[in-house]
């Protein structure tokens, strides 16, 4: 069974490059799952993967290399015994340090394992403020890793994406740099593709580190119920672009350069759109996906860096539900026992 980690900071594009990828190895006869961490107590990157038949397993409310060790050896175990993939992917959360999540595993009691090359991934249009914002936690990521992607090349500067180049190579000149776009399964993606096939180099095992506490970034989640089923695409991506648009404005006063990930999914009847702003900059993105489900939820995630959670909280929730009042959309809350309280 072959261990493939896809690290890299909140927003560089872990997802997208997971589906491409775990389609290209479903499509090639392998038998994979994927485990998803997230920083929150709600997941959402995992909807976005169950939504294409992938099995996946998500982890919440802590980091896998240091807060959920217990949990990530019981999923291991419990996919290899139940479902005996050939392949199992993780993509730890954006505050995660993948060398330390391989080492742990390396310790578990898991007989046939086998790692491929560390991936990090980084963005190409933002990498400059992420230095700027969390210099020592970015520069660890990529100290870690075999293989650096740099990501969304499609829309970033030339010259941007020679300069990020120049210092991973200065910064970590033993692992393969290359340059994509994880939307695009190109022959530039198919690079990262045959690099997996390798293996990941030993290295001395160092002291944890907790990652959380190093990222600087704080992060707040939840799930709301929606109550109008028959919400169409139109209205749903206002809403999206609203919300996400008026949350990024609202920390840029806290945090001129903030860097993270910004995210909801809202889930209604045979649709889940995602949509996300990675840092003060970004305008949103939205996707939407097929799925199965016929439930009318919307989860929400916000993780970035150097600002106080307290105003992370006011700011997200007093937005997300502003919103849905002003477009007449009906929501409760969600509480543990899955029932709800009549917000409109």
């Known amino acids: ?151 969304k090349v499609d829309i970033a500067e030339k010259e941007k994406v020679a300069e990020v180049r120049k210092f991973l190579e200065g910064l970590n000149p033993e692992a393969e740099v290359i340059e994509f776009s994880a939307k695009e399964a190109d022959e530039k993606f198919q690079r990262l593709i045959d690099l997996l096939a390798g293996q990941s180099k030993e290295r001395e095992v160092r002291e944890n580190i907790n990652s959380i506490e190093a990222s600087e970034v704080s992060s707040y989640s939840g799930e709301l119920t929606i109550k109008d089923c028959e919400l169409e695409a139109e209205k749903a991506e206002k809403y999206a672009i609203d919300v996400l648009t008026s949350i990024g404005e609202q920390i840029k006063k806290l945090n001129p350069d903030f860097v993270g990930h910004i995210k909801m999914a809202l889930e209604y009847p045979e649709t889940l759109m995602k949509a996300s702003i990675t840092s003060s900059e970004s305008a949103p993105n939205i996707e939407f996906f097929e799925t199965k489900s016929k439930n009318c939820t919307l989860k929400f995630l916000s993780a970035v860096t150097n600002v106080e959670k307290e105003e992370l909280v006011k700011i997200v929730e007093t937005t997300i539900k502003e919103h849905l009042k002003q477009e007449g959309i009906p929501f409760g809350n969600k509480v543990k026992n899955l029932q709800t309280i009549d917000i409109l």
Request: aromatic share 4%; hydrophobic share 40%.
């Open 1 to 151: 069974m072959k261990i493939m980690i896809i690290g890299g900071f909140l927003g560089s594009g872990k997802t997208t490059t997971l589906l491409k990828l775990g389609k290209h190895l479903s499509d090639t006869g392998h038998k994979i799952a994927i485990i998803v961490n997230e920083i929150g107590e709600i997941g959402l990157d995992g909807d976005t993967l169950s939504s294409t038949g992938i099995v996946t397993e998500e982890l919440t409310s802590g980091c896998i290399c240091c807060t959920l060790k217990i949990s990530m050896e019981y999923t291991l175990s419990n996919l290899s015994d139940e479902f005996h993939p050939d392949v199992i992917i993780i993509e730890p959360t954006g505050i995660a340090f993948p060398r330390q999540i391989k080492d742990d595993i390396a310790l578990m009691k898991i007989d046939d394992l086998s790692f491929a090359p560390i991936v990090n991934i980084v963005d190409g249009t933002r990498f400059n403020t992420e230095i700027k914002q969390t210099p020592k936690f970015i520069q660890t990521q990529i100290e870690d890793a075999d293989i650096l992607c740099i990501n």
